[in-house]
């Protein structure tokens, strides 16, 4: 997931941007008319926010409405966020971890087909990083829209 410089929120994964939510209001402001830290406290608790509701899409419904089955907990650990230098912007993703031989929340996405047959190995699954972000986009928006007005310098 993304959270950029223009108040805006993206699911990601590696390759593509799956998930979108704009925040209204201060697309007219340069950076400079906030106070970063403020911001940086309002992106962390949105990256906390979400992280956590997309771990808790795979620990509960894993094996139901196409989420992956939660067997290890390695794909469930590996969610993470890191916001950038600049605090507008955080990457909420799963990531490899060493417990991983490969990154096979990229499988679980994308699916991989049998090289004989044509039939799926592993069926692409529903995304639920998105979906933890259209579960929580009212609370996103209400964080971001406190955090930018309480940071905005006079």
């Given amino acids: 997931m993304l959270l950029t410089r223009?108040?805006?929120v993206a699911v990601a994964n590696s390759?593509?941007?799956d998930g979108y939510l704009h925040v209204d209001g201060f697309d007219k402001f340069d950076q400079e008319a906030f106070?970063?830290?403020k911001i940086r406290a309002g992106m962390r608790k949105v990256g906390q926010l979400i992280t956590g509701r997309a771990q808790m899409n795979l620990a509960?419904?894993?094996?139901?409405?196409g989420y992956p089955i939660n067997r290890s907990g390695a794909t469930t650990d590996s969610i993470g966020f890191k916001l950038s230098r600049w605090g507008f912007l955080v990457r909420i993703a799963p990531n490899k971890t060493s417990s991983m031989r490969a990154f096979y929340p990229a499988y679980l996405h994308y699916g991989?087909?049998?090289k004989q047959g044509g039939g799926?190995?592993?069926?692409?699954?529903d995304n639920?990083?998105?979906d933890a972000l259209t579960?929580?986009?009212a609370d996103v928006q209400r964080i971001l829209q406190q955090a930018f007005a309480a940071a905005l310098l006079n």
């Avoid at 509960?60 to 409405?65: D, N, V």
């Avoid at 799926?120 to 699954?125: A, F, Y």
């Fill in 135 to 137: 579960d929580s986009r």
């Fill in 35 to 37: 106070n970063k830290r």
């Fill in 120 to 125: 799926w190995r592993i069926k692409p699954r």
């Fill in 15 to 17: 390759v593509s941007i």
């Fill in 60 to 65: 509960l419904g894993g094996g139901q409405e």
């Fill in 112 to 114: 991989v087909r049998r």
């Fill in 6 to 8: 223009r108040r805006e």
């Fill in 128 to 130: 639920y990083m998105t």
